[in-house]
């Protein structure tokens, strides 16, 4: 709605991401809200670890379906609390909250 704040919101399905969620609709009403999953592939967290493991096929698809239910979990939070809200799952490679400043940087919420 033009007027309202856009926010980025991280979501990750914690109890705390989802009080971040209430406590957003609370303060801003029907604010537009990008809720960001940053997800990193299973084989990345397996690589780290000096333990390559082989990756059956079709596994980081999945990964990445699971990934965006998780956000769009977040954001049918938000618009059940009266946020205009979207989903963004983003994989990566690097620490989650670099990502979001990232997601931040390209998105220019407001908050």
Do not use: C, N
């Not at 618009?79 to 670099?98: H, K, M, N, Y």
């Amino acid at each position: 709605m033009p007027g309202e704040p856009h926010l980025l919101i991280a979501y990750d399905g914690s109890d705390q991401a989802q009080e971040a969620i209430a406590f957003a609709a609370r303060t801003f009403g029907e604010a537009r809200a990008t809720l960001v999953f940053a997800w990193e592939p299973a084989i990345l967290g397996s690589l780290a670890v000096g333990a390559p493991v082989p990756i059956p096929e079709g596994e980081i698809e999945h990964e990445e379906q699971l990934a965006k239910r998780v956000a769009e979990d977040g954001a049918e939070k938000a618009r059940a609390l009266g946020l205009v809200a979207e989903a963004e799952a983003i994989e990566t490679a690097s620490a989650a909250w670099q990502t979001i400043v990232d997601a931040a940087d390209r998105r220019h919420p407001d908050l």
